[in-house]
Nanobody
């Protein structure tokens, strides 16, 4: 069963950038679609982006389109989320998970959540 460790979060000023990493273990990452999610204080977890198992197809929430880019390196068993032009409303804990390979937002999420990585956008 896939397990994930998210990293790369931190404190950044508005307009700054961060790259999050989602390192997988327990199975071959390249067999699965992977999604990034986030949860801000007092809010429900929301889907941010998804990448297909091959990397040929990506989806983004409207709130991050044009600013975030998801990618994967199956040889390294890692999925990335490049976040540019960050805004205070991007502040949240970010998680990755195996997801269904069709539909947006992903209708199915498999396995358990990891610890996530905190992203704080503030001046």
């Amino acid at each position: 069963q896939l397990q994930f460790v998210e990293s790369g979060g931190g404190l950044v000023q508005p307009g700054g950038s961060l790259r999050l990493s989602c390192a997988a273990s327990g199975s071959t990452l390249g067999d699965y679609a992977i999604g990034w999610f986030r949860q801000a204080p007092g809010k429900e977890r929301e889907a941010v982006s998804r990448i297909s198992s091959s990397g040929s197809s990506t989806y983004y929430a409207d709130s991050v389109k044009g600013r975030f880019a998801i990618s994967r390196d199956n040889a390294k068993n890692t999925v990335y989320l490049q976040m540019n032009s960050l805004k205070p409303e991007d502040t949240a804990v970010y998680y990755c998970a195996r997801v269904s390979d069709s539909g947006w937002p992903p209708p199915y999420i498999f396995g358990s959540w990891g610890q996530g990585t905190q992203v704080t956008v503030s001046s």
